[in-house]
């Protein structure tokens, strides 16, 4: 055997060795176990105190290439089981949330760039409810901070473009009004020109920091017009981009369902179309702009005023962004 040979074995020799230490370590936190005769997947979590509809996602990534049709167990193999116990920690949500734990991988290998409306010296628009004001910018923090904890409890990577360290996560349905967002550590200037560019300079200078094939940028803003206006959920695009038309459509189609399914004689009607946005036409990952409804009316403020309704509108805007991943992945 020549030297040149004989060094190139060596070189795949500790090449192979790496690797199998480097999976080892990976996997060393994890315990493993066998199906019984017969054990379907459902039966096998239960049987190991994990809720199925919790950990079947995390499993099945977990344990790629170990399952027959449909997922079935294999009896012959040894299966990684995943943690309960995997706790994730963002001080942004507030003390009373800060800790969580991660529910599933389901939107593992996705990022997203989370830009929630105004902030800053700009309140964005402020309507009247009762005596008490209402501002744009608090409530499109506070549900996009419940959005970013629907996705990082599911795997994915968020980055929060703009940030407040002194609000949580809250409840309560009148948001106190402040000015100490900022844009990453920076603070927001009051010219809106600059704002913008501000903030679209953020996402992309993040963007080039990441290397997921899925990544995506979505923007949080409630409307206003007229009182005796009420409206749906818009969702806006970029004319240009197909993979943002894709997911405003996926999102516009999951609350249509939502609402079928919670108030089926109420009907939808929000929309999807384009409009040209500097976000939308200068943030470099794939963009979507979305309106939550008419701060001014009455009927549209229950939307942001109540705990529960701004959870609803996080949970389903990460429902529509989930089946958008999904279908991504299966091309």
């Given amino acids: ?92 949500y507030g003390t ?11 939107l593992k290998g ?4 989370l830009v929630a409306g105004h902030g800053g010296p700009d309140p964005g628009a402020i309507g009247k409810y009762g005596s008490h004001e209402l501002h744009e910018d608090e409530y499109a923090y506070d549900i996009t901070l419940r959005l970013a904890k629907k996705l990082q409890e599911n ?21 106190r009004y402040d000015n100490h967002e900022t844009c ?5 200037p009051l010219d809106q020109n600059e704002r913008l560019k501000q903030r679209t300079l953020e996402v992309n200078k993040l963007y080039k920091q990441d290397s997921e094939a899925y990544r995506r940028c979505i923007i949080i803003h409630l409307d206003s017009r007229s009182k005796r206006k009420q409206i749906d959920v818009f969702f806006y695009h ?32 929000g929309t999807v179309s384009t409009r040209n946005l500097y976000l939308l036409r200068n943030t470099t990952p794939v963009s979507v702009f979305i309106e939550l ?28 962004i989930k089946k958008d991943f999904e279908r991504n992945n299966k091309k």
């Fill in 293 to 320: 409804g008419n701060i001014q009316n009455y009927r549209d403020q229950q939307r942001f005023v109540k705990a529960d309704n701004r959870q609803a509108l996080a949970n389903w805007l990460y429902d529509g």
């Fill in 1 to 92: 055997m020549s030297t040149i040979n004989a060094k190139r074995h060596i070189i795949l020799g500790l090449f192979i060795i790496c690797n199998i230490l480097l999976f080892a370590q990976a996997n060393a936190d994890y315990e493993t176990a066998r199906p019984k005769a017969g054990e379907g997947l459902h039966s096998f979590l239960i049987r190991h105190q994990l809720s199925p509809k919790e950990y079947q996602q995390t499993f099945i990534e977990l344990n790629k290439g170990k399952f027959g049709k449909n997922n079935s167990l294999l009896a012959h193999q040894s299966y990684l089981i995943p943690s309960a116990e995997i706790e994730l920690y963002e001080p942004l």
């Fill in 184 to 188: 990453g550590t920076n603070t927001i």
């Fill in 110 to 113: 996705s990022v997203f760039y």
């Fill in 155 to 175: 795997g994915a990577k968020v980055h929060f473009v703009i940030q407040d360290e002194d609000d949580g996560i809250r409840d309560q349905q009148i948001l």
């Fill in 96 to 106: 009373e949330r800060e800790r969580f734990p991660l529910e599933s991988t389901a």
């Fill in 238 to 269: 970029h004319k240009k981009s197909k993979s943002g038309k894709n997911l405003a459509y996926q999102l516009r189609d999951t609350f249509d369902e939502k609402y079928n399914q919670h108030q089926p004689s109420r009907g939808f009607s």
